[in-house]
Nanobody, 122 residues
């Protein structure tokens, strides 16, 4: 199970840190990803991190502003979001899958958190 939290409302230029708590069995081959769905749009990839944390990938529009990290001892994954823009407004979801294959495609992820709302005002 995954549970996302940390969303909220901020002004443009502000910061938020999203958290995703994992429970149950985990594996060293599992990657953790963040996706988002803006109103009227498809769910899109935001970032992904390997089990060790040594490998990360980001969607182009968030590079340099968002940072994904994880703490396996606590079974937590984080998404630090800085310099937020109104176009970052969306429901954010954490998800996990076995391996990096198709990591940008939400349909490849087996397990999902419930989503947390992020609203950025101009």
């Amino acid at each position: 199970q995954l549970q996302a939290s940390g969303g909220g409302s901020v002004q443009a230029g502000g910061s938020l840190r999203l958290s995703c708590a994992a429970s149950g069995r985990t594996s060293s081959t599992y990657v953790m990803g963040w996706f988002r769905r803006a109103p009227g749009k498809e769910r899109e990839f935001v970032a992904v991190i390997s089990w060790s944390g040594s490998s990360t990938y980001y969607e182009d529009s968030v590079k340099g502003r968002f940072t994904i990290s994880r703490d396996n001892a606590k079974k937590m994954v984080y998404l630090q979001m800085n310099s937020l823009k109104p176009e970052d407004t969306a429901v954010y979801y954490c998800a996990t899958k076995d391996g990096y294959y198709s990591y940008r495609h939400y349909s490849a992820y087996a397990y999902w958190g419930q989503g947390t709302q992020v609203t950025v005002s101009s």
